[in-house]
């Protein structure tokens, strides 16, 4: 429904219409039915003058729904709008029993000896007409209010909804905005490392890919969700990083079922948790140590696993529980899917680590 400068509905001429057309037809027939069980038989005549005799009624809704929607009762006005819907009801019913009293004047439908004049169909008719057009009144009146009522929840429902989405989303931005410094950081700091052990060629291939990395992210940074696929090739610009660092050290096997390429992933789901298997399973040891990520469909959910088989001290255990890759992907995930999701991390007795992050199946 389009939307007035007040905030309410516009009034619909084609329900006005469809409305008083059924109504007219009702009271019509009803007419009729009465009038036949006394004896009056010219129904044609009967049925178009009780028909068209809520014409005025018609023409003076929408003016009523205005006022209606301009003269709401308020503790502060109850007076002064009272008063201006007696006197709307009083010229509109007033003109409505005229527009009757002319046409029993034209018409005679109830067959009188002789045609009555308008004074006389209008003295006739009017005492019984007055608590019908009471609440004829009284009932547009109400249904505007509801309807009003009704459209107002919706907007402001459907504003919640939006400005809820817009929350999420800042969120979603400013923790994807966490994530980004702390990698870049992290790789700025081992590109310094590189340098002063004058691996410059090493340093260099890792400045290109940090470039690459970051001109991706850049490019995404409007989504909140990608594709698994999209994802596995964002990680591997990452790895391609991590392995000029860590050269012959890291080892790093990703094994993705093709049916989970398409499923729908937080943007930068993988990269943090390589990150966390790398810094606290690889990179204090001098042997070095491998990385498996892994990816299923089971059961209407996406299964991801970042694996790592270095064992590691009980603070780097402390740091991986709370450290910022991880306290951010929760947020994330509780943001994008409330309890749908679920981050679970294990560790082994001999200190290897495994996140296992469990999706609702969703394909792009």
């Known amino acids: 429904m389009t939307e007035t400068e007040n905030d309410v509905p516009s009034t619909r001429w084609h329900w006005i219409v469809a409305i008083w057309l059924a109504y007219a037809l009702f009271d019509a027939s009803q007419t009729v039915l009465v009038m036949h069980a006394v004896g009056r038989d010219a129904w044609l005549v009967i049925f178009g003058t009780a028909f068209v005799s809520w014409l005025p009624w018609v023409l003076a809704t929408p003016f009523i729904i205005s006022l209606a929607r301009r003269y709401a009762i308020t503790r502060d006005r109850v007076v002064s709008t009272v008063g201006v819907h007696l006197a709307t009801l009083t010229v509109v019913s007033l003109i409505a029993s005229a527009w009757f ?19 006389e169909a209008w003295r006739t008719s009017f005492p019984y007409q007055v608590l019908p057009y009471m609440i004829v009144y009284g009932l547009i009146w109400f249904i505007t209010l509801i309807v009003d009522a009704r459209a107002r929840m919706t907007r402001q429902t459907t504003e919640t909804a939006r400005l809820n989405e817009e929350l999420s989303k800042a969120q979603l931005a400013a923790l994807r905005r966490q994530i980004e410094p702390h990698f870049m950081f992290n790789t700025l700091n081992s590109i310094a490392g590189l340098v002063r052990e004058q691996r410059n060629d090493a340093a260099v291939s890792m400045i290109v890919g940090l470039s690459e990395f970051l001109r991706r992210a850049t490019q995404d940074s409007h989504r909140s969700q990608v594709t698994l696929a999209e994802e596995v090739e964002y990680l591997q610009r990452y790895l391609d990083i991590q392995k000029v660092r860590f050269g012959e050290r890291l080892q790093v096997s990703v094994d993705i079922s093709p049916e989970a390429l398409h499923a729908q992933v937080p943007d930068l ?39 790592n088989d270095g064992p590691s001290d009980p603070a780097d255990s402390q740091s991986t529980v709370t450290g910022v890759g991880l306290s951010n992907l929760r947020t994330r995930l509780r943001i994008l899917h409330g309890d749908e999701s679920e981050l679970e991390l294990k560790r082994a007795a001999s200190g290897e680590a495994e996140v296992i992050v469990t999706l609702p199946l969703r394909e792009a």
């Open 269 to 307: 789901l993988l990269q943090p948790l390589v990150e966390n298997a790398i810094k606290h399973g690889i990179a204090k040891r001098v042997a070095g140590g491998a990385v498996r990520v892994t990816g299923a469909c089971a059961n209407g959910n996406l299964r991801l696993s970042v694996y």
């Open 101 to 119: 009293a002319t046409l029993q004047m034209l018409f005679n439908p109830w067959r009188y000896p002789q045609h009555p004049t308008f004074i």
